[in-house]
């Protein structure tokens, strides 16, 4: 069983539209994690939830929006999609905020 | 703040000889270290982890990594590179104590390994 999984694996789609990635661990993991690796592999935590919490919310535009249903899951969600926006979105858990953390296989999403 | 720099973004090594990729970091406080290796079109997997125990940390397929403070250094090694190893090479560093998981990585180190 795969430990985070992420949907879907690849997403393209239009300037301007609005997309969900959704993301899934079956680790009992209270902390939950989204990352952003640009073109040039450069990873960059984007949000952070604790038991359903927002703990770190980095210089990320409001058009990005994670949400947490329960503890298995926190999804993200963007407006109005731009070019930038173009990168491999990973999804990441760790038991709590002070463990390691365990990633997901990543959502690449092309915004043409 | 914290940061990492890994020195060289491409290591290229034969198969069967040492493998050393330099990770170097900068934290106000004692940190936690990690190293994550990342194969094509694949998360990130955990390598290694220090997390002020012992100073010589052992991880998986035969990588190891040793923190010394004095260099603020966290360089991963290993004694005989296979072409399995071949992937590219995150180091991570967290604040230790109370910190909220936040890692910083370094730029990455893409390892070839040739026959």
């Known amino acids: 069983d795969t430990a985070v999984s992420q949907t879907p694996k690849y997403l393209v789609t239009q300037m301007g539209n609005d997309k969900s990635i959704k993301c899934e661990q079956n680790?009992?993991?209270?902390?939950m994690y989204w990352y952003k690796q640009d073109s040039k592999k450069f990873l960059k935590i984007m949000f952070s939830?604790?038991?359903?919490?927002?703990?770190i919310n980095e210089t990320v535009p409001n058009r990005f929006s994670p949400k947490s249903p329960d503890k298995a899951h926190l999804n993200l969600h963007i407006n109005s999609l731009e070019l930038g926006d173009s990168a491999v979105y990973f999804c990441?858990?760790?038991?709590?905020?002070?463990?390691?953390?365990?990633f997901g296989p990543g959502t690449r999403l092309t915004v043409l | 703040a914290q940061s990492v720099t890994q020195l060289g973004s491409h290591v290229s090594v034969s198969e069967g000889a040492l493998v050393l990729l330099r990770c170097n970091y900068s934290?106000?406080?004692?940190?936690?270290l990690f190293w994550y290796v990342q194969y094509p079109n694949q998360g990130l997997q955990l390598l290694l982890k220090?997390?002020?125990?012992?100073?010589l940390v052992k991880g998986i397929n035969g990588f190891e990594a040793e923190f010394k403070k004095s260099e603020t250094s966290f360089h991963l090694t290993k004694p005989s590179a296979h072409m399995s190893d071949a992937a590219e090479y995150f180091c991570?560093?967290?604040?230790?104590?109370?910190?909220?998981?936040?890692?910083?990585f370094g730029q990455g180190t893409i390892l070839t390994v040739h026959p």
């Open positions: 990441a858990s760790s038991q709590d905020p002070r463990n390691e953390q365990f």
């Open positions: 939830y604790n038991n359903k919490e927002l703990i």
């Open positions: 220090y997390t002020s125990a012992a100073t």
């Open positions: 991570a560093v967290r604040r230790g104590g109370t910190s909220y998981g936040k890692l910083t």
């Open positions: 934290s106000s406080v004692p940190p936690y």
């Open positions: 680790l009992g993991h209270d902390t």
